[in-house]
């Protein structure tokens, strides 16, 4: 019976014989009219003459007459075919459901005992060849083109004479004034296909073709307003209320059963384009013309069923699939993202309301970020960051909700774990991973920083700072990610924020903040970490070692976070921070050096003096760590990258040598006689370098003024008195009255030779363009003037400082620049005092104060002059001298320096003293 009625219809979809077809549009429609009327006939007479067509003549009648729209006497030729199509389809449907029906009911006796395990299982009564599938869709297409396409509306889905030519020579053959009106003829074909669609095998033909068509005739029947035309009746041209509501549920019922990316495909295209557009110069052909305008109420329908689908579960997936999928990733193809961003970012009008809308899709859209797919993955991703990133800036409420708040929330569990006697691991590894990848995707790829992100990730920095100095600890895939988004979080903050947050991550605030007490962080079986409980340690010496060695790595991995900022000023700014503090603190002490009475305090506020000063003495103890860890690990282009940064330096350094200014034992110390040295030092080389300041310099200098005036007139010594006047006067004319001290207190003279090292003249011509800032920051010190000199108290030393650029010049360029370096353009060193020749780039020779051997390449027995003055420095008495140069080197012996491997016995013996 299937075979038969198949047969049937392709002879109803015989092709038109090439005789008949000529060339003009006129007789092209003149010859499908005549084929369409001759198949008709051919299948009419076979099915009467032919015996083994007599059960489908049967079955056609019997459809025939439980049908209510045959029109038997209708004069449109078309519709008389397509309802020859539909009946014979009607047909083979029935007999397929009856066939499926004997099929599962009562099997085969014969193959129940025939079927081994090795057989493959019996097909079912539905399956169609290919020939047979090649026949139905021919059928189903003239269903469609003669009998749905033509009574669509304008603007409801794409026109036939767009898709074709076929489609441009049916639009003429359909006569819409004649029995039955367009509307029913609508209503019928959409009717038989829903119909046909009941088996899988016959949905499959229709729903893999022909969905978009089906659709938009269920739109248009189910939400079209009906208007009455002229010459109608309403009987004749309306469809029933019932008919419009089972189309309306018919097209949800269909919605829901299909894959819903298609679904999603369909209705954009349904919704139509912006406006009709003219064709373009290059443009042949109807199917590359954009879509046609929809009408209002089919683009309110389709925004709206657009809308449900969405906020389904999956939806965005789907949403992103139907427009994302077959791309390749170009162009074209992340401009679709970003619309599809904007889109999933704006709460549509036909959502009920904001809150339910973004409960609904935020969580979808952090879904988007674990897929592993690599197209799809960089795809979703896209359209991931974009989309949270603009409901951040634009509704930063509803993200906060349901974005910001899981995207950190495995973080905030970390620092928020309680209840004591836990064994188990209460953050599992795989969510501390997938919350740091969510986190380095959308802020450090998206790379769009606000407020609200700012401020939501600023509230997890302190764990996820925990979770760094961890990965530092360890192999960890976790390091770079953390890395990078502090990085960016410190990068994209306030200075004040940014700040205020470095101090926390260092405990000078009193608290660190970070991972829960009684939990900490240990290794993953993926490479990644888990949150733990930690052990109890019952012995005080063991659980104080942990605790100081802990704050010790953290503040070790802060350094190293800084050294990571090249660009950057924070860490200059954070280091001018702590440096302030620092003066801060020496200005306390004198205060807190006054006796407390507490014979008048009771219990409660004796107690509460005690551990306020236990708290203070801690923070302080915090500050002089950190500052020690950031002056060992940082260099000093970091520190000071900008020439404000080096006045404020200089600033808190003149402050907090005028504080002491009270005390005439302190001022005269040896602490204070460096920091002071220094910092006038520093003011004088600013003031008489080799390129000239500018108002703007000048304006940062003025700074320096009120602490210059206090030791003009505080300090004991009169030869600081008159150089911090005359440094001062400098900087109030800008420059224009400059007296000569000022210039020779950059110049430095040992006090315990008489021979020169290099000045900054000479100096300059031996470096490389980039060590001159460090001559510059190094070299300048105050007791330089002879006839200063025998002024100088028995405290007040030379700083080794100067030691320090000779041997970063020798370790940095290396042998190499002793070997490449001609010998005329060497400084030729000289013994006492008086000018040494430097080579100038004329061959001729400039004056110089004072040579230096320090670029030369050493001799095998002798010490240079800056070793030298290392060496002594090494065996100095006081603290800081001999701090310095035991660092000047260490460093030299690290960097593998050609003098100071010569003369290790020498430099161990500095190591040795006591």
Known sequence: MTSAIL???????????????????????????????????LLEERLKGEKGLYEVRSLREEVRAGVPWICADTEDITWSFVQECLLLLLSLARNLTLQLELFNQAPSPAMSRLRTPEMAPPLTPDVLSVAQQKTLGAALQFVVSLGLCPYLAPGVGVPLGRRSAFGKLVEGLV?????????????????VLLELSVLSSLATMVYTRHLGDVMAALCQLGYRPHRPEKNTTREEKEISKEECKNCREALQKLLGKVYQPIVIKELLILQGGPKQAPPGPGTSGGNRSPLSQAPPWLRHLCGQLLSERLMQPNGVQSVLRAILEGGAGGESDWRKCDGVARILAACPQQSLSSDSYYSQVCPQILELLHFRDKLTAQQFQRVATRAALTMVQDCPMFALQYLLTPLFSSLHRCGRMAGEGQTQVTVEEWELTRCAEDVFKICVVGNSPSAPLLKALGEAIPVLFDLYCFTKKNASHLRAPCQEILL??????????????????????????????????TPGSDGGAQLTPSETISDEDDALYERVSGEQWRVECMAQLLAEMKDSDLPGDFFLELLQALTCWAAEEEEEEQEVDTSAMTLLQLEQHLLGNVTGRSQKLALLQVLAVMCEGLPHTLLLRKPTQVVEFIVSMLQRACVGLDQVQAAAGPVETQTLSMGMGLVATLLSGPSPLSAEDYSSMSRLLPPLEEISQRHPEVVIQELASDLRTAIATHGAYQPDNVTRATQYQSPKTDNNVPTKKNFKTQTSPSQVSQTRLYSPTLHNNPSTHATQTPNTRAPIQTCIPNLRTQSSSGDSLAQKTHPSQRVSSGAGQGPAGVSAPDGGQSGG????????????????????????????????????????????????????????EKVLTGFHLP
């Open 488 to 521: 960016w979080y410190f990068g994209n903050s306030e200075l004040p924020v940014a700040l205020s947050t470095l101090q926390q991550l260092c405990a000078l605030d009193g608290g660190a903040g970070g991972v829960a007490p009684g939990f900490h962080f």
């Open 849 to 904: 104060r004072g040579g230096s051997s320090s670029s030369c390449e050493p001799s095998s027995g002798t010490p240079s002059r800056a070793f030298s003055d290392c060496l002594l420095g090494a065996c100095d008495p006081e603290v800081p001298t001999r701090a310095v140069a035991l660092r000047t080197l260490t460093r030299a012996i690290q960097n593998r320096d050609r003098e100071a491997l010569q003369n290790q």
């Open 175 to 191: 006569c819409h004034d004649v029995a039955p009106v367009p509307e029913r003829r609508l209503l019928t074909t959409t009717a």
């Open 7 to 41: 047969s049937a219809l392709s002879v109803l979809t015989k092709p038109i014989g090439e005789t008949t077809v000529h060339g003009t549009q006129h007789t092209e429609q003149e010859a499908l009219m005549a084929a369409l009327q001759a198949n008709q006939a």
